[in-house]
């Protein structure tokens, strides 16, 4: 519940277009290391994880939507 409240977060104060994949890609990996059983503050891990993966999931999410305009264009 808490993970989902910081995606929407995230998400809506970000201008969704600038935060919709590092928040994706925060809230899997918070979903996957409570899947595991660890325990581990939840905030400070969610947003370094959203933090440390910013760059990496905006130019995935560039090169996505360049691919997909060049596709769309054909």
Known sequence: M???????FTVAFGLVV????PATIASYV????IN???DFPL???YFSIFKSEYKKSMMFLLYYLV???IL???
């Open 67 to 69: 691919t997909f305009g």
């Open 30 to 33: 918070c979903m996957k290391v």
């Open 2 to 8: 808490v993970i989902n409240i910081l995606y929407i």
């Open 18 to 21: 600038f935060t919709i994949t």
């Open 43 to 45: 905030l400070k891990t």
């Open 36 to 38: 595991e059983g660890k």
């Open 72 to 74: 769309s264009m054909s």
